[in-house]
C-alpha cells in the first residue's frame, strides 16, 4: 500500500521548529504537504488516515551501526536475515539502516556485502536498507574490541579494491593511524563513501592528519580509542573539539556513562552526534549465551559481553537511544532529535531525501507517546509498524466521499 497518508493531531518536530499541533501528508513514498494546527478541508481526501492525538512525529530514526538483531547478523550473508532485522528494526522506529560487517576473512565479507546489495532499498515490512557499513578489518589490534584481533589486517589494494568496487559500502571504518591505510582513506572519500575513525589508538596529531585525508566521522565515540588525555587528546579530543567530525554514540548507559554522553552533546552540540545501535544477534531477544562473530558472548543486564568481559556490541535500539540521550541531558526533544535520524542521513549524503519531515522529502516516519515508546512507523509512504492506528480511506460522516 504506497497511496495516500494523513497524519492528524500530532505535536510535529521539523527543522524549522516544534509545532505543538500539526498535520502531514502522504503522497506515494514522499511527504506532499504539512502544516500547523487541523489539516485543511480536502487534504486527506481518498487518504488512509492515522490519528497521532497525544503523539509526536519525529523523522524515522536512521541507524549507520547495526550488526544484527533477533537472531540475524549480517555475517551470516543470508538475505532473509537482513530482512527479518530491518522488520525488527522498525518496530523500534527506524526507518533506514545500514547493515553493519566485522572483522572477517576477505570472501566472508564479500559474501555478507553481497548479501546486502541483493536486498538493499525498500524492505517489506521493514526498515530501507541504504547499503553497508564496514567495520574493518583495517582496523588497530591494539584496540580490537570484540573484532577479532588476528583478523586485523593493514589495507591491501586488492582485496579493499575487490570490497569497494561491490558499490554497496557507505560507511568504512578504519584506523587512520595505519600507514597502509592512507590510501584507503583517500580513495574510499573519492568515491563519495563515509570514511570513519574507529577501533583506533591515533593520537590527535594523527586524527588532524586524518581529517585532511578526508575522515568525516567517528564509530562509537569513546569505546575502541584511546581515552580523552589532557596532554594526548587522541581521536577522542579531536572529535569533541572539531566540528568536521561527527560521533557515533551507542547510548545504552553501558558503553558510556551518562555524563559523558552530556558532555558529547555539549562539546559536539545535538548536529554532531549520531545515535547508533552497534546491535548484535541477541538484541530483541532474551539473556543468555550468544555469538558475536564467531566469539561465544553472554547477554545479561542490557548488555552483551565476550567471556573476559570485554563489550561485544550492544542490545540497544535507538528509541531506548533516545529515551537514555534525554534522560543524560536533560535537553528537550526539539533539540535531541537530529541525533536519531538527521546527523546520520546527512552524514551518508543521504540528508537531500531522508532525515528530517519536510515536504518532498521520504515520507520516513515515527510516531511516539509522550514517554518516546515507538507507537506507528512508516517508512517511505508506508505503515510498517503500528498498522492498527490506521483508518482506511474513510469517508467523513455528513460528507459525500471524495470522487
Ligand atoms: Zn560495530
Not at 579530543?237 to 552533546?265: F, I, K, S, T, Y
Not at 545535538?270 to 548484535?280: E, I, R
Request: net charge negative.
Amino acid at each position: 500500500m504506497t497511496g495516500r497518508l494523513l497524519v492528524t493531531g500530532a505535536r510535529v518536530l521539523t527543522p524549522g521548529g516544534e509545532w505543538p499541533l500539526g498535520w502531514i501528508a502522504v503522497e506515494g513514498r514522499r511527504i506532499a504537504a504539512m502544516g500547523q494546527g487541523q489539516p485543511p478541508p480536502g487534504a486527506g481526501a481518498g487518504a488512509d488516515v492515522l490519528a497521532a492525538d497525544g503523539l509526536i512525529a519525529l523523522p524515522g530514526f536512521v541507524d549507520l551501526h547495526v550488526h544484527g538483531a533477533v537472531g540475524a547478523d549480517v555475517m551470516d550473508a543470508d538475505p532473509e536475515g537482513l530482512a527479518s532485522m530491518a522488520r525488527f528494526l522498525a518496530g523500534h522506529g527506524v526507518t533506514a539502516w545500514l547493515p553493519a560487517t566485522m572483522t572477517a576473512t576477505g570472501p566472508d565479507i564479500e559474501r555478507a556485502l553481497e548479501a546486502v546489495r541483493s536486498v538493499a532499498g525498500p524492505v517489506d515490512g521493514g526498515a530501507t536498507i541504504m547499503g553497508a557499513y564496514l567495520e574493518g578489518p583495517y582496523l588497530n589490534p591494539a584496540k580490537a574490541g570484540a573484532q577479532d584481533p588476528a583478523l586485523i589486517r593493514p589495507a591491501g589494494r586488492a582485496e579493499a579494491g575487490r570490497l569497494l568496487d561491490l558499490g554497496v559500502i557507505r560507511v568504512l571504518v578504519l584506523a587512520p593511524e595505519v600507514e597502509e591505510n592512507h590510501w584507503l582513506i583517500a580513495a574510499a572519500a573519492a568515491r563519495g563513501l563515509t570514511v570513519s575513525a574507529g577501533h583506533t589508538d591515533a593520537t590527535y596529531d594523527q586524527a588532524l592528519q586524518a581529517i585532511s585525508g578526508g575522515v568525516r566521522h567517528v564509530t562509537h565515540a569513546f569505546n575502541a580509542m584511546r581515552p580523552l588525555g589532557h596532554r594526548e587528546p587522541g581521536m577522542l579530543g579531536a572529535a569533541l573539539v572539531l566540528p568536521e567530525l561527527r560521533c557515533e554514540l551507542v547510548a545504552d548507559n553501558v558503553h558510556v556513562h551518562p555524563a559523558a554522553m552530556r558532555l558529547l552533546v555539549q562539546a559536539k552540540g545535538s548536529a554532531g552526534v549520531v545515535l547508533v545501535s552497534d546491535a548484535v544477534r541477541a538484541t530483541g531477544l532474551p539473556e543468555g549465551a550468544y555469538t558475536v562473530g564467531d566469539q561465544p558472548a553472554f547477554s545479561m543486564d542490557g548488555a552483551i559481553r565476550l567471556a573476559d568481559g570485554t563489550l561485544a556490541g550492544s542490545v540497544l535500539t535507538l528509541d531506548r537511544a533516545l529515551r537514555n540521550l534525554q534522560a543524560a541531558t536533560g535537553r528537550p526533544l526539539a533539540e535531541l532529535w537530529p541525533a536519531a535520524s538527521r546527523n546520520a542521513a546527512q552524514a551518508i549524503g543521504a540528508g537531500d531525501t531522508k532525515g528530517a519531515l519536510e515536504p518532498g522529502k521520504d515520507a520516513d516516519l515515527v510516531l511516539l507517546d509522550p514517554a518516546l515508546k515507538v507507537v506507528v512507523t512508516v517508512a517511505e509512504g508506508v505503515v510498517v509498524h503500528g498498522g492498527d492506528h490506521l483508518s482506511r480511506n474513510p469517508a467523513p460522516a455528513g460528507r459525500a466521499p471524495p470522487d
